[in-house]
Each structure stands twice: as C-alpha cells, then as structure tokens.
C-alpha cells in the first residue's frame, strides 16, 4: 500500500486548508492523518474507518478540524478551519491492515505511511 499526501501550505491564523491522503489500495481497515511539529511528539489528528463510518478526532482538533473519505477515488480529506499556528507541523496520512490490532490514536496500529506534507501557519 502506498500513500500520497498532499495539500499543506502556508495560511494565516483563521485560515482553511484542505489536506489530501490518496491510497493505492482500499484493502484497508482505516486512515488517519498524525503531525509532529518541531521537538515534539507526534500527535494523532482523525482517523476514519474504511468501511464503517466511525470517526476519531483528537482533543486539540475536535470541532475544527473535520475527516472525510471519498472511497471512490481511494482518498481521505482532512478539512482544517480556524487554523492556529500551533497547528503548524509536518501532517502524515496513514493506513492501517484490517488484520493489525490496535488504538486509533495509536501510530504503532498503522502499517502504512505517507511522506508528510508541510502545513505553516502564520500569527
């Protein structure tokens, strides 16, 4: 399986950006975006289930940020609203195997990952 993230960019506080995940194969359990800024940890950010329509967002995001999934074209949206700059980091798009156990927030439960995609923004 293969990702391809793209989307991220430069955008002032308050500001929209769509962040875009497109899988080469939707044999998959479930998709997720995650970021990590600067000297910090990485972070899950949503998740959607392949599937199923079950949704997960983190506590930082949740009401801001909304997940969506156009299986049709094998991609996953990641629509991202009243950005503030500690949104600023490298935003990953991941996959998970419908055989691997594991927590939604939890990156070691995916098997699959894009190469990151740059989202600044700007106070």
């Known amino acids: 399986v293969q990702l391809q993230a793209y989307g991220g960019g430069l955008v002032p506080a308050g500001g929209s950006l769509v962040l875009s995940c497109t899988t080469s194969?939707?044999?998959?359990?479930?998709m997720a975006w995650f970021r990590q800024a600067p000297d910090k940890e990485r972070e899950f950010v949503a998740a959607t289930t392949w599937t199923a329509n079950r949704i997960y967002y983190g506590d930082s995001v949740q009401g801001r940020f909304t997940i969506s999934k156009d299986t049709a074209e094998k991609t996953v949206h990641l629509r991202m609203n009243l950005l503030k700059p500690e949104d600023t980091a490298v935003y990953f798009c991941?996959?998970?195997?419908?055989?691997?156990?594991?927590?939604?927030?939890?990156?070691?439960?995916?098997?699959?990952w894009g190469q990151g995609t740059q989202v600044t923004v700007s106070s």
């Open positions: 194969s939707s044999s998959i359990y479930s």
């Open positions: 991941a996959a998970r195997d419908p055989t691997t156990a594991g927590y939604y927030y939890n990156g070691e439960s995916y098997n699959y």
